[in-house]
C-alpha cells in the first residue's frame, strides 16, 4: 500500500520535518539515533511480530531485512512471530524480558494486549518501540511506522481516479480492516476524508463494514452480504488491503460483475490482480526502509542515545503524543509496477508467472 526514503534517518539532528499524518504534529526527537555514532552498543533486541496471515510480509520481508541490518550492527537479537496468538505474544515478550533484552520491538495484535507487554518491560527498565502500528494506551519510546492516513488518502484518492470524472453516482462499499487495529482506523480517517466529498456530491456508501482480524475468508463472507443487500450492485469497492480486495474480487467474479477494487501492500496476489485488470491500485510501503527505521532506532537506544524521529504521533487512548518516525507511502498502478520490482520487494519472476508473463510484458515490465 505504498517515495523512496532510505537516506531518511540519516538527516542532520537539527533537521525538523512537518508530519503530516491526522492526529500527528511536528517537532521530532533532536537525537543523533542514525546508528552510525562511535558509542558503544551495549544489549541485546527483542522483536516480536504480529501474524503470517493478516499479510506476508512480516516472514517473507520484515524478519530477514530486521536480522541483516542487526547482524550488520553486531547486535544480537531475537525475532519471533506470535502467528496471531496473544497469549503466545505476551509468552515470548516475558521470555525475552527475562532474557535480558534492553530493548523491545513490538507490532501488536491489540492495543490492550500490546499495552500490557510494554507495562511489564518498562517496569524492568526495557525501551520499547511500537513497529508499524501504535499501541493506544501503551508506554512505548517510540513509534516506527508509515503515514498511515497517508495511505488511506492514496487509497480512497486511487478508487477516486479509477472510477473517474464521469462516475457521479457511484455506488462504493468499504471493506474495512480489524477494528482493533489502530492502523486500520487511520486507514479509513484517510479514504474517508476523500470519498466524504464524493458521497456529498451524488456518490453512495452502500456498504461499510470492517473485518476482524483482517481474516481474508471473513471479508469474502461480509463483501458478499453487503453486495446482496444492494441487490448486487455495486460500482466501486475500497478495500484495505490487497488481501481483502482478492476477497472482493473472488465475490465480484461470482456475480459476473468487474469494477474498480483498491488494495494495499504491494503483494503478488494485488500486482497481479492490477495486470489483470482486477484491482485499480494499491499502495507500496518499503518494507525495508520501515525495518531499516527501527533497527537504526534499536541500535541508537543501545548505544544510550536518543532516536531520530520526524515528528510524533497522538494516542488519545494515553492522552500522550509518542515519539515518531513515519516513512511516505507511494500509490501503484499499472503504470509503475517497475517500481516495485525496481526496489526488490517483489522479483519479475514471482510476479510475471504463468499467464501473468504476457500482462508482464504488455505492461512493459522488465
Avoid at 154 to 175: F, H, K, P, R, Y
Avoid at 301 to 327: A, F, H, I, W, Y
Amino acid at each position: 500500500m505504498r517515495t523512496r526514503v532510505i537516506g531518511l534517518l540519516a538527516a542532520s539532528a537539527a533537521a525538523s520535518m512537518v508530519l503530516a499524518a491526522c492526529g500527528s504534529s511536528g517537532g521530532g526527537d533532536a537525537g543523533s539515533g542514525d546508528g552510525s555514532s562511535s558509542g558503544a552498543v551495549k544489549g541485546k533486541v527483542g522483536v516480536i511480530l504480529p501474524d503470517t496471515q493478516s499479510s506476508a510480509r512480516y516472514e517473507q520481508f520484515d524478519k530477514p531485512y530486521l536480522t541483516d541490518a542487526f547482524k550488520k550492527a553486531g547486535v544480537e537479537a531475537d525475532i519471533q512471530n506470535a502467528q496471531g496468538d496473544k497469549t503466545k505474544m505476551a509468552t515470548i515478550a516475558d521470555s525475552m524480558i527475562a532474557a535480558g533484552v534492553s530493548v523491545l520491538i513490538i507490532d501488536n495484535l491489540d492495543s490492550p494486549s500490546g499495552a500490557t507487554i510494554q507495562q511489564k518491560a518498562k517496569a524492568q527498565g526495557v525501551k520499547t518501540i511500537d513497529y508499524d502500528r501504535l499501541t493506544l494506551g501503551g508506554s512505548a519510546d517510540y513509534y516506527v511506522s508509515f503515514d498511515n492516513t497517508k495511505v488511506g488518502q492514496l487509497q480512497g484518492q486511487g478508487l477516486v481516479d479509477c472510477l473517474g470524472a464521469s462516475a457521479t453516482a457511484a455506488q462504493v462499499i468499504e471493506l474495512n480492516g480489524s477494528p482493533t487495529d489502530n492502523n486500520a482506523t487511520l486507514f479509513k480517517q484517510g479514504y474517508d476524508s476523500v470519498l466524504d466529498k464524493k458521497y456529498s456530491a451524488g456518490w453512495k456508501k452502500v456498504g461499510d463494514r470492517s473485518v476482524p482480524e483482517w481474516d481474508n475468508a471473513q471479508g469474502g463472507v461480509i463483501f458478499e452480504q453487503l453486495l446482496t443487500a444492494n441487490s448486487g450492485k455495486v460500482d466501486g469497492v475500497l478495500a484495505a488491503n490487497d488481501g481483502l480486495a482478492n476477497a472482493a474480487i473472488t465475490i465480484l467474479k461470482k456475480n459476473t460483475l468487474k469494477v474498480p477494487v483498491t488494495g494495499q501492500d504491494a503483494t503478488v496476489q494485488g500486482l497481479q490482480n492490477i495486470l489483470a485488470g482486477d484491482q485499480c491500485m494499491t499502495v507500496y510501503k518499503s518494507v525495508r526502509d520501515e525495518a531499516n527505521a527501527v533497527a537504526d532506532l534499536a541500535i541508537s537506544l543501545l548505544k544510550g542515545e536518543k532516536g531520530t524521529t520526524n515528528g510524533t504521533t497522538r494516542d488519545g487512548t494515553g492522552n500522550r503524543d509518542v515519539p515518531s518516525q513515519l516513512l511516505t507511502p507511494k500509490t501503484i498502478t499499472k503504470s509503475n509496477i517497475q517500481l516495485v520490482i525496481d526496489e526488490g520487494f517483489v522479483s519479475k519472476t514471482d510476479l510475471c508467472t504463468g499467464s501473468y508473463a504476457a500482462l508482464c510484458t504488455t505492461a512493459g515490465i522488465k
